[in-house]
């Protein structure tokens, strides 16, 4: 062991001179370790790509949960919001906290997957109470989804948080497909209300191969990769084959934070996960609803998630924890077979006449400020929105997607079968249909107001079938 030479220290305590000594002592470790200034904000970037961020360098992060936004953030997914501000029900909060979690073997002994109906009771899959879309009738398009260039996919979060577990709300984390390919893959994404943040992140290759980590909450306006980590789009290749085989393996997220004190945990966070079955989980695919099979895996945080069973997509279906999430939404995939292009009403659902008439209603728009549409119609004297509708308001919530300050009124009208004050109830009900069907698309709360007028103004005479026809209508008018 080195001897320290004795140095006086003149009118200084004993305390002040072992100060001094330890400075001494460690200055030329630390000096070691010393970034120029000129390194202290700016990450690398690789050639035409995207800044490579260190994790452990970044502070905040939005999430599908979300990072706080300049000091704080959002998650897409969030926890549950309580009276009393307190942290969501699934992660409980303990004065000390749980002893740090101990991994296990890397390769523990294979633990057989049980199938659907043999699985054992635990966490159900979470249901955000979508709208009745179509339901797809064919084979099973598990394996036939692809990460694709051009794709959309809405994730609808619930009871979002930041990485400081400050709950934010319930909103829609929208990523937009740019490629998936040999370079990994990279996506656009936004946050919908009360999150209200955007930005842009890549997946390298290596991460898509062997990484153990995936990140859930992302910072505003980020331009990046994160290194070690993959995304609740697609987690790695490594955990789905170690889940697929029934093992148990590493596995961590970004947050939220669970700062150690006295070698303990403050908050129970993931450090591993294990297969626990098979589940059939419905999704949204280009307006049908379609069941694909999923991987149900728990981690020993208490959360569980569903993986889509695909090797080639293995994406994050649905969570409960540290936010929750489900009922996702995929547009522009390419795979519906074309017998489920339509919908059981035959016409109703076509796709190319759904489109015709969102053009139509976005040209108006765009020219006027107000827009009609006669193709928006309801089941006889129900607010339950036909096939044909609800693809109209596919093509439409994508163009309110893409201008975020657009605002509009929602204006439902009938014809005069029915007394005034039926339809007055009936004409809101249907523009409140239409509102909340935009909003399962991921268009923010806000934007839309809904108004019923029921027969109060008529464009055209109420004694014909043709003139009832044309009285019973949506109209979008843009909120200045």
Known sequence: MPTLKSKQYPSMSSASM???????????????????????????????????????QSQNGFAPGTVPQSQNGAAPYAVPQSQNGAAPAAVPQTPNGPPPMTLPPLDPAPVPIPDADSQPQGAQIPNNGAPNVPLYVGPDL?????????MQIVFPIKNGL???????????????????????????????????????????????????KVSLFYPANESQSLIGFT?????????????????????????????VVMKRETRSVAHE???????????????VHVPVRAIKARTDAGWTYWILDNPR???????????????????????????????????????????????????????????????????????????????ILNELSKYLLENPTLRLTVEGHTCTIGGKDYNLKL???????????????????????????????????????AGRAKNRRVVFTEIK
């Not at 987690?235 to 970004?254: I, M, N, P, R």
């Open 273 to 287: 996960i294990r297969a626990e079955g098979i589940d059939k989980v419905t999704v949204e695919i280009d307006g």
């Open 142 to 150: 598990t394996e036939r989804l692809t990460l694709r260039k051009g």
């Open 162 to 212: 930041d990485t400081r577990w400050q709950l934010i709300g319930n909103y829609n984390f929208i990523a937009d497909i740019e490629y998936n390919d040999q370079r990994g893959y990279r996506f656009d994404w936004r946050m919908t209300s009360p999150a209200n943040v955007q930005g842009l992140r890549a997946v390298e290759p290596e991460d898509i191969k062997d990484a153990y």
């Open 18 to 56: 072992l100060v001094c000594l330890a400075l001494q002592l460690f200055q030329p470790a630390l000096a070691q370790y010393s970034l120029p200034q000129d390194q202290m904000s700016i990450p690398p970037v690789q050639d035409g790509g995207l800044p490579i961020t260190n994790p452990s």
């Open 231 to 259: 995304s609740i789009v697609r987690v790695s290749d490594f955990l789905y084959h170690k889940l697929k085989s029934g093992q148990v393996a590493q596995f961590a997220t970004d947050g939220p934070d669970s700062p």
């Open 427 to 465: 004409s809101t009900r249907r523009a409140n249909s239409v509102k909340d069907y935009l909003e399962h698309c991921g268009v923010a709360e806000h934007k839309l107001k809904p108004i019923g007028y029921g027969f109060s103004k008529p464009i055209a005479t109420n004694k014909t079938n």
């Open 313 to 391: 997509f293995p994406i994050m279906l649905a969570g409960t924890g540290p936010f929750q999430w489900a009922d996702l939404k995929f547009n522009n995939t390419g795979i519906l077979p074309k017998a489920n292009k339509k919908s059981p009403g035959g016409a109703g659902g076509d796709l190319n006449k759904a489109k015709r008439e969102a053009d139509n209603v976005i040209k108006q728009l765009k020219s006027k400020g107000q827009a009609t549409s006669y193709l928006i119609l309801f089941d006889f004297d129900s607010d339950k929105l036909r096939p044909l509708s609800q693809q």
